[in-house]
C-alpha cells in the first residue's frame, strides 16, 4: 500500500516562502511540499514484475519462431497492452506483416 499525498481546495504553493521552497529542496519530500494542507489517499499497488525467464515459451506463427507472450496473455491479462518476445532460429522466414 501507498500513499499519495493531494493538495487540498485552497492550496497554493505561490504561497510558500522562499526559504520554504528551500528547506522543501534540501530534503524534498510531498509531505514537505503539502504540509500547509493535505488530503492522503490510501491506494493499492497493481505493479506486476514478469521473469521473462520464467515465462514458458510457445511455438510461433511460422517454424522456428517461438514467443514468449510476457504481459496481455491469458495468464496476465491487459486492458490496453500485449508484450511477447519473439525468437527466432538462424535462417527462419516470417511473411512481413503489422499489427493494428
Same mark, same amino acid.
Given at each position: 500500500?501507498?500513499?499519495?499525498l493531494?493538495?487540498?481546495?485552497g492550496f497554493d504553493?505561490?504561497l510558500?516562502s522562499v526559504?520554504?521552497?528551500?528547506d522543501i529542496g534540501l530534503n524534498?519530500?510531498?509531505e514537505?511540499?503539502?504540509?500547509?494542507?493535505?488530503?492522503?489517499?490510501?491506494?493499492k499497488s497493481t505493479?506486476?514484475? &514478469?521473469n521473462e525467464? @520464467?515465462v514458458?515459451?510457445r511455438?510461433?506463427v511460422? $517454424?522456428?519462431?517461438?514467443?514468449k %507472450?510476457? &504481459?496481455?496473455?491469458g @495468464?496476465?491479462?491487459?486492458?490496453?497492452?500485449?508484450? $511477447?518476445?519473439?525468437?527466432?532460429e %538462424?535462417g527462419?522466414l516470417e511473411r512481413l506483416?503489422?499489427?493494428?
Amino acid at each position: 500500500m501507498g500513499r499519495i499525498l493531494a493538495p487540498t481546495a485552497g492550496f497554493d504553493p505561490h504561497l510558500l516562502s522562499v526559504k520554504e521552497w528551500w528547506d522543501i529542496g534540501l530534503n524534498f519530500s510531498a509531505e514537505k511540499l503539502f504540509a500547509k494542507g493535505s488530503l492522503g489517499v490510501e491506494i493499492k499497488s497493481t505493479l506486476m514484475v &514478469v521473469n521473462e525467464e @520464467e515465462v514458458e515459451p510457445r511455438e510461433g506463427v511460422t $517454424a522456428g519462431q517461438t514467443v514468449k %507472450a510476457i &504481459v496481455g496473455s491469458g @495468464e496476465r491479462p491487459a486492458d490496453r497492452i500485449r508484450v $511477447a518476445l519473439a525468437s527466432f532460429e %538462424a535462417g527462419t522466414l516470417e511473411r512481413l506483416h503489422w499489427h493494428p
